[in-house]
C-alpha cells in the first residue's frame, strides 16, 4: 500500500518514514511539508493513505483534507494531531477524513492504522472520539441536536440498533456478539447504514450518531 507523509517538520516525517518503511507491505512514495503540497501530490502519486498532520502553514491539515475529498479522489486521509482534544481533528472528521491519531501513538499502532484504513475501515478511537464529541457537542443535557434527528430515518429499528453499536467504537465481531447475529449480517447492516445515511465511512457514522441525538456524549 501507497502513503503520502504530510507534516511541516523534517523530523516527524523522517520517524513516519522509517516506521512505516520497516514493513515489506508499506511504500512511503513521498513528503509533503504543508497542505498545498499535499493536494498537489495526491493528485500526482494518488496514494492509498495520506498521513495528515492537522497544524500547518500555508494550508492546514483539514483544508487540505476537504480539498482532497472534495476532488473525487480516491485516497483516504488518515490525521495526526499532538492533542487528543483539538477541534483540527474534530474538523477533520467533518470534512471526511477516515480518523485520526494521536503523534505519540505507538508505531505497531501506527502501522496497524494506515493497514486498516487502507483496506477501507475507519481508526475511530472511542476515547478520544467521545471527548472530542463532548467538547464540541456539548453535554447532550436536552439541548437541539446540532442535526435534524429526521435524516435517521431511513433506517430501520435494526439498522438504528447497529448505529448505536458504531457510535460505541465496536468492531463487527463486538456488535454481532451483542446483537446476537453474524458478523455477515453484521457488516450487511453496516453497509446499508452508511449508503442510506450517504457516509463515507464509520467515522462519519459515529459523528452523525452524536450529532442527531441518537447517541448522547458521556452515555
Same mark, same amino acid.
Given at each position: ?81 499532538? /492533542? ?15 480518523? /485520526? ?41 436536552? #439541548? ?24 460505541? #467504537? ?50
Amino acid at each position: 500500500m501507497s502513503v503520502l507523509l504530510v507534516d511541516d517538520q523534517e523530523l516527524m516525517r523522517m520517524g513516519l518514514r522509517m516506521v512505516l518503511g520497516a514493513h515489506d507491505d508499506i511504500a512511503v512514495v513521498g513528503e509533503a511539508g504543508d497542505g498545498a503540497s499535499a493536494v498537489a501530490q495526491t493528485h500526482t502519486l494518488a496514494p492509498d493513505v495520506v498521513l495528515m498532520d492537522v497544524r500547518m502553514p500555508v494550508v492546514d491539515g483539514v483544508a487540505a483534507t476537504r480539498q482532497i475529498l472534495d476532488s473525487g479522489s480516491t485516497s483516504r486521509v488518515l490525521v495526526m494531531t499532538t /492533542f487528543d482534544l483539538d477541534e483540527y481533528a474534530m474538523d477533520a472528521l467533518h470534512a471526511g477524513a477516515s480518523g /485520526f491519531l494521536l503523534k505519540d501513538t505507538p508505531p505497531a499502532d501506527l502501522v496497524s492504522a494506515v493497514r486498516s484504513v487502507a483496506a477501507g475501515d475507519a481508526v475511530v478511537s472511542p476515547r478520544v472520539t467521545r471527548r472530542l464529541l463532548h467538547r464540541f457537542l456539548g453535554d447532550g443535557g436536552g #439541548g437541539t441536536p446540532a442535526r435534524d434527528p429526521s435524516v435517521l430515518d431511513v433506517l430501520t429499528d435494526r439498522e438504528r440498533e447497529v448505529l448505536v453499536q458504531i457510535a460505541a #467504537g465496536r468492531s463487527n465481531q463486538e456488535i454481532s456478539a451483542a446483537l446476537s447475529v453474524s458478523e455477515s449480517t453484521v457488516k450487511s447492516h453496516v453497509g446499508r447504514v452508511l449508503t442510506k445515511l450517504d457516509l463515507r465511512d464509520r467515522v462519519q457514522a459515529v459523528v452523525l450518531a452524536y450529532e442527531t441525538g441518537l447517541v448522547r456524549p458521556g452515555a
